[in-house]
């Protein structure tokens, strides 16, 4: 009878046992003190050692000729177990690394991360701080489990006090107490208080930089901080586990720390399995704060090119909405005053996205406001000195623009006269307006909502000279006139016909109790639009929502 073959997994080579016909079944049998199947220097595998001599399936210590009661099953069995556990704690690392993998913004992630590493790490409530080395930010702090009061009265420890801030400075392990390590996973281990092995170098090995911190026992380590024990005896936590979290280019970006409600640390496989997710989770968090940089600085640059803030105008009242899509956007808009008590309103869009689209959009802007003060009661000059400077230089784009010139008050120098008894004639002031390929106002008031028939006109940019009639209104006191770009119908998903009814019927149901206050009328018909909500980061869209509101 042939010996039975044991496979090799995983490059384990298992030890066979003797030869049935070899083996006394009258003689003895191994130490009681060793239980059959595990090896009495009490291996984690469950495999026999022959490197100390002895005959294949000979345990270390055993007595020579004795076969241990070990058969081919128990080790199949054993081999089994341990590569069951290896896949156990592959799939949940391909489960964890996916669910980060999905999130899109650092707010996001770091959720991610302290909801991973509490699972991996057997703790219930942690924060995350994020600060990278290089001092350009962003600077900010994400709890798990914990609300801003509690943040801040951990925040209250002295800083060389908390595990996850000497991570953070650079500073060395502390050298006494034999529950504080750090150090990565190596050969250096030694037995933790619940039999396993830990991580991180002796207490007589040289300090250097904090690579993890453990805690496992805050109320009764003498050598910590009297303040950190005090706040976390408030906060009823008793133990801490602190790990960096680094990747290029930005080296040290931050550091992570879970806390226990009761004095433990996590064992060695606990920290394998950490370590491992933070390098997948500090590689997305840097992939993510340089999206993050980017979109920033295009956010910066784009609203310094933006008026920092609407002009007052007698008889007139403003208010704006707009936003900025994640990779930016060319959409603006403009409201200034112009000579006599006039006033010009802009919107317009600049095909593009990015820093270049939004470079392009300030140009245009800066050219049109220049244009306006010169000639703005003719909006169709204004616009067709826009479209020749854009093909002299900045041939390879497009735009499109409306322009509206609203003339002064009635009474005003330049302005329509007053009627006899000194009234004046709410339907007086008029409006001048041109598009260039732009979406229509909507005038909205108590007795109508209409879209104004502009005429159809190419954007500024595809034809050899652009030029188009301007539209004149009478906006009588109390209507409201609307001026958006194309991104507030883009964002419903609809069809531009579906789009332009749907805002129809968002203006024509602004309550009549706010219809004389603009800021009430953007905010119903943004609401009414979007309602996931006007900064939708799932959406590449500008949009500008532009009303001024004409008083009675």
Not at 153 to 162: G, S
Not at 253 to 279: I, S
Not at 415 to 435: E, T
Request: glycine share 10%.
């Amino acid at each position: 009878m042939t010996t039975p073959h044991v496979p090799k997994v995983a490059g384990i080579e298992p030890v066979l046992p003797a030869p049935a016909h070899t083996v006394d079944p009258h003689g003895p049998k191994a130490p009681s003190g060793c239980a059959a199947g595990a090896p009495s220097d009490g291996s984690p595998d469950g495999l026999s050692d022959t490197s100390a001599g002895g005959s294949p399936g000979a345990a270390p210590g055993s007595v020579p000729g004795v076969v241990p009661d070990i058969s081919v099953v128990d080790q199949l069995a054993a081999v089994q177990d341990r590569l069951a556990g290896w896949i156990s704690d592959l799939s949940t690392l391909h489960d964890l690394t996916e669910r980060l993998a999905r999130t899109r913004t650092l707010e996001d992630a770091l959720h991610e991360l302290l909801r991973a590493g509490a699972s991996l790490v057997g703790a219930r409530r942690g924060l995350v701080v994020l600060a990278p080395s290089d001092g350009l930010g962003p600077e900010t702090t994400v709890g798990l489990g914990l609300g801003h009061a509690e943040i801040g009265h951990i925040e209250t420890v002295p800083r060389r006090a908390l595990s996850y801030a000497r991570i953070l400075d650079g500073l060395p392990e502390r050298a006494t107490g034999d529950d504080t390590r750090s150090g990565p996973l190596d050969d250096t281990r030694h037995p933790t208080r619940d039999g396993s092995r830990a991580a991180g170098p002796r207490n007589d090995a040289p300090a250097g930089p904090c690579t993890e911190i453990a805690e496992p026992d805050i109320p009764g380590e003498k050598d910590l901080d009297p303040r950190l024990r005090e706040v976390a005896a408030r906060l009823g936590y008793a133990a801490s586990y602190a790990v960096p979290l680094c990747a290029e280019p930005f080296g040290r970006t931050g550091a992570a720390v879970w806390l226990y409600d009761e004095p433990a640390e996590p064992t060695a496989r606990q920290r394998h399995l950490v370590g491992l997710y933070r390098a997948h989770a500090a590689e997305h968090l840097a992939r993510l704060l340089e999206l993050h940089r980017s979109r920033r600085a295009t956010e910066t640059l784009r609203e310094e090119l933006l008026p920092h803030r609407l002009p007052r105008i007698p008889g007139v009242r403003l208010a704006v909405r707009h936003s900025t899509g994640p990779r930016g956007g060319g959409d603006w808009y403009d409201a200034l005053p112009l000579p006599d008590g006039a006033l010009g309103l802009a919107v317009g869009s600049v095909t593009g996205s990015g820093p270049s689209a939004v470079a392009a959009m300030g140009r245009l802007r800066a050219s049109l406001r220049a244009y306006a003060v010169m000639e703005g009661e003719d909006p169709v000059a204004v616009l067709s000195d826009l479209e020749l400077l854009l093909r002299l230089t900045e041939p390879a784009r497009s735009a499109t623009a409306l322009f509206a010139y609203t003339e002064p008050p009635p009474g005003a120098p330049g302005g329509p006269p007053v009627l006899p008894g000194g009234i004046a004639d709410p339907f007086a002031r008029k409006l001048l307006l041109a598009g260039a390929g732009h979406c229509p106002p909507l005038i909205l008031g108590d007795l109508r909502t209409e879209f104004v028939e502009t005429s159809l006109s190419a954007p500024l940019g595809m034809l050899a000279c652009w030029e188009a009639p301007s539209v004149e209104i009478e906006p009588a006191g109390g209507e409201t006139l609307l001026l958006y770009s194309d991104g507030l119908l883009h964002r419903t998903g609809e069809p531009m016909d579906r789009a332009f009814t749907r805002l129809h019927a968002a203006a024509a149901g602004v309550p009549r109790a706010s219809r004389h206050d603009p800021e009430a009328v953007v905010d119903h018909i943004v609401r009414t639009m979007l309602p996931q909500g006007l900064d939708d980061p799932s959406s590449e869209e500008d949009v500008v929502l532009l009303a001024a509101y004409f008083e009675e």
